[in-house]
């Protein structure tokens, strides 16, 4: 069975700091791009970052980047997203996306609430 299950999220004040982790299981993890996606209420999903599936390459949007750093470990199959200087317009559902070719996995989702 397929699983990603997000952790890490929570409250934090305006000017913080969060890491976010996701640990995959049930498919073989190395081989897959990951992904940050995030959704504030109200609001669609919002790219946040990708990384390749060796970690070599990584990708951000103009409104996370120089803040946000997605990494990866293919030995405990977990991918983590490190969030500074967090902003209000930051708070969302962050959920962690698996993709290769055809298969796209998706977990449950964390929730950052950025407010003072």
């Known amino acids: 069975e397929v699983q990603l299950v997000e952790s890490g999220g929570g409250m934090v004040q305006p000017g913080g700091s969060l890491r976010l982790s996701c640990a995959a299981s049930?498919?073989?993890?190395?081989?897959?791009?990951m992904a940050w996606v995030r959704q504030a209420p109200g609001q669609g999903p919002e790219w946040v970052s990708t990384i390749n599936n060796d970690g070599d390459s990584t990708y951000y949007p103009d409104s996370v980047q120089g803040r946000a750093t997605i990494s990866r470990d293919n030995v405990r199959n977990t991918v983590y997203l490190q969030m500074n200087s967090l902003k209000p317009e930051d708070t969302a559902v962050y959920y962690c996306n698996a993709a290769r070719l055809s298969a796209s996995y998706w977990g449950q989702g964390t929730q950052v609430t950025v407010s003072s």
């Open positions: 049930g498919f073989n993890f190395s081989t897959y791009d």
